[in-house]
DNA sequence: TAAATTTTACAGCGATCGCTACGTAATCCG
DNA sequence: CGGATTACGTAGCGATCGCTGTAAAATTTA
């Protein structure tokens, strides 16, 4: 045990340094965010930075295992708290749209979208990819309203809101498909997202 | 116009160099691809591509339309073709499933994923973060399974496709928060997501 | 065949990457 | 106080990044 500790005595808060890490990591990536981005943030030195946290890889690692404590802790609280299964995964779900807009941090998920780096220097990209994602939600949309305006959607059907569902729905497909998911099992959630759309009133 | 064509003609196929270049960039992101990588597989030397197509961002660029015309063109016919709206949808989704999950190409689709960058040294590292999804739907199953086994869930509920379906769906919150999706969105979001937990047969 | 034009490969540019050797500053133990 | 120990900032390592200068090779035009 360390109980005394010898030496001279460290000059930054560690755990400061980890929620500065975490919040570059979390916005830009692991390899959009360079040492020298982190060494800036945190207001120490590579050889600091490495003598407290090991390397890169290891101080990225404990940030995630930080994340799964903190932020991302909503989720098991959720499913487990609730005494009842269905009230758990809605809970889940409401807490999940709160948190991944919250703006006291990045939005999203550090554990989905901490593989989707950019740089300075490539932040067009992104921006790029993700405007031609928003056009597409406006594509789904009016062609929604345009539905709600012909009478094949039933009034008060908000366009908008399924315009966004189906998009997320069709986005974490895609993720899904990438994290190893077969076609059977993205067909069976192709149905199961189609429950969600708008039956008449009468009906 | 060009009709004829002096000098030394070109020695590759422009269409597919174009072609390993999409493969490339769909599979490991725009950053996650290297000039080196991306002559090595085109099979030509830095200035013939340079010469070819510009630079690097524009080469990226030429590959998304190229990508939006071909892979991504499901989306668009399927909404354009069907008369019914919801059929049109329905297929849409249905044809994401499929096309998602091809083994003839990369995994997910290109605007989804392109910004998801890892190169051969971090690959570690997106692997990491997908093993953690994977055990997050795992987790989901497990619940739903257990629900299902106590009776809180109808028969016949299929644990495994409900569990994919929701990682789905927060995976996608997850992403339309980085789209810029505003809260109010995504928590309808969530409570259309809920329309397909299961009912029991006599309800 | 000679001049003009375009593509080719080789080699290397400056910048940035993750990481570290080195000497100094600051603390604890005796 | 002196010696041991630990953290600090500076400065720079080798490797890779996107990109290009240069000259030879290959083709069309005159």
Redesign the pocket.
């Known amino acids: 045990m360390t109980v ?9 808060d560690r755990e400061a340094a980890l929620a500065q890490a975490t919040r570059l990591f979390w916005e830009y990536g692991y ?1 959009g ?5 982190l060494t800036r943030a945190m207001g ?9 946290f090991g ?3 290891a101080l990225f690692t404990e940030v995630v295992d930080r994340y799964g404590g903190t932020f991302g802790a909503f989720m098991g609280r959720a499913l487990e708290e609730e005494s009842d299964v269905r009230t758990g995964f809605a809970r889940m779900l409401r807490e999940a749209a709160v948190s991944y807009t919250d703006p006291l941090h990045p939005a999203g998920c550090l554990v989905i979208t901490a593989a989707t780096n950019y ?1 300075a220097q490539t932040a067009d990209v992104e921006r790029d990819l993700r405007q031609r994602r928003v056009a597409n939600v406006r594509d789904f949309e009016e062609r929604l309203t345009r539905a709600e305006k012909a009478g094949s959607l039933p009034p008060g059907a908000e366009p908008r809101a399924l315009a966004v569902y189906f998009a997320a729905v069709v986005q974490g497909m895609s993720q899904q498909a990438r994290d190893g998911a077969s076609a059977a099992e993205l067909e069976r959630v192709a149905e199961l997202a189609m429950t969600a759309w708008p039956v008449p009133k009468g009906a």
């Open positions: 005394t500790k010898r030496g001279r005595p460290r000059s930054f390899e965010t360079s040492i020298a981005d120490i030195s590579p050889p600091s930075l490495y003598a407290a390397d890169k890889r740089s």
